[in-house]
Each structure stands twice: as structure tokens, then as C-alpha cells.
């Protein structure tokens, strides 16, 4: 399977804190996408990051993208509760979108 | 700007029955649509690929028989499932590039669907 891996696949923290989730794959990308996912409902585009980029900001959120070891981050800072949700990443290999597993978020208050 | 809609949101149907789910974009002209099924706590898994006016592109391991896809016009893609079975149940997402809009996909809300 092409599918990448996220890491973790559930994290639970009280508002305020940072909550870092990871994403491998396996191909060689165009760009890396980050969305999320209230449950039961469509996705949400969070930010892309192109791969001649190495981080990104916009927000309280920022990821990177390191293309020698083929993976990402996406750092939520100052959480709140309204952020729980899943997360997934999703490599962009010339115009077809592939999902990693996702990480579920939830964030106390 | 840049709304996908999805229609119906949900829908139930018996084992057989073949179901159409649309997804519209509102406000930009979509060049290529995909439609994507999750299975519940998994992630979106591509089925096909569809420009319009062209025949729909198949991911390995779908059937195109059994999933229809029509792109008819520039805002309108139709997914339907025939003679839909219980392990069709799934979650049915359609996302929608426009000409000119880069690299982002827009998604729609999603169709819940479960065969009885």
C-alpha cells in the first residue's frame, strides 16, 4: 500500500498545551497537505507545504517537511478544545491525493 | 467561495438497490473531481478520478462496474453504487479541483451510506 503512516494514532491533551503529530510515506512528492476531520463530517484544508519547502506557519499551526527522510509534522499550538478532531496528512503525487492513517486529537478542557 | 456540496448527506437502502450520490461544486467550475470512501475510524481511500466530459479514472481493485461515475459538466460529478451489498456501507467523499486553483482539493461534506 502506497497509505501513509501517522503517528500517534490517538493523543489526548488539556487545552493549552502542543499536540505534534508525525506522518511518513513512501513516494516522492509534488506537495504534502494537512486536513482535518470532525467526526462524521467532510475535510477541512488546514495548509500545504510544497517539497522545496522546508516549514511552514499559518496560525497556531506549523509543519515541516523533511524529503530525505520522507515525513512531516504538524505542531497545533496553545490547543483548545474545539481543535479535537482527526488529523490526516496527504502527499500530493501529481495531482492524485494519498491519505495517511490519521491521528485523533483530543483536546480536554 | 470554493463550496463542494454533497447530495444526500445520508441514505439508506436495501441490499440490491443502486444508489446515485451528487456532488455539486457551488461556486467554481471543478476541471476534475474525485470521489473517496472511508470505513469507519480509517482513513479516505481514492476510488476514482473523473474529468469532465472523460471516462472516470479507477484506482486498482474497484470495480467500475459496480461504481459508476458520471462528470457530465464542469460542477456536477454523480457517484452511484449498483445493486449496492452491507459491505458497500461507507462513507462517500467527493473532492473537486478548479482550472487555475493550484494544487488544493476541495472536499464535500460527505454521504453516509448503509445497505441494509
Known amino acids: 500500500s502506497q497509505q501513509g503512516e501517522e503517528d500517534p494514532q490517538a493523543l489526548s491533551i488539556q487545552e493549552g498545551e502542543n499536540a505534534t503529530m508525525n506522518c511518513s510515506y513512501k513516494t516522492s512528492i509534488n506537495n504534502l497537505q494537512w486536513y482535518r476531520q470532525n467526526s462524521g463530517r467532510g475535510l477541512v484544508h488546514l495548509i500545504l507545504?510544497?517539497?522545496?519547502?522546508r516549514e511552514k506557519h499559518s496560525g497556531r499551526l506549523r509543519v515541516t517537511l523533511d524529503t530525505s527522510k520522507k515525513s512531516s509534522s504538524l505542531l497545533i499550538t496553545a490547543s483548545r478544545a474545539a481543535d479535537t478532531a482527526s488529523y490526516f496528512c496527504a502527499t500530493d503525487g501529481w495531482g492524485k491525493l494519498i491519505f495517511g492513517t490519521g491521528t485523533r486529537l483530543q483536546v480536554f478542557p | 467561495g470554493a463550496v463542494v456540496s454533497q447530495h444526500p448527506s445520508w441514505v439508506i437502502c436495501k441490499s440490491g438497490t443502486s444508489v446515485k450520490i451528487e456532488c455539486r461544486s457551488l461556486?467554481?467550475?471543478?476541471?476534475?473531481m474525485f470521489w473517496y470512501r472511508q470505513f469507519p475510524k480509517q482513513s479516505l481511500m481514492l476510488m476514482a478520478t473523473s474529468n469532465e466530459g472523460s471516462k472516470a479514472t479507477y484506482e486498482q481493485g474497484v470495480e467500475k462496474d459496480k461504481f459508476l461515475i458520471n462528470h457530465a459538466s464542469l460542477t456536477l460529478s454523480t457517484l452511484t453504487v449498483t445493486s449496492a451489498h452491507p459491505e458497500d456501507s461507507s462513507f462517500y467523499i467527493c473532492s473537486a479541483t478548479s482550472s487555475g486553483g493550484g494544487d488544493t482539493q476541495y472536499f464535500g461534506p460527505g454521504t453516509r451510506l448503509t445497505v441494509l
Open positions: 461556486d467554481f467550475q471543478a476541471t476534475t
Open positions: 507545504i510544497r517539497s522545496n519547502e
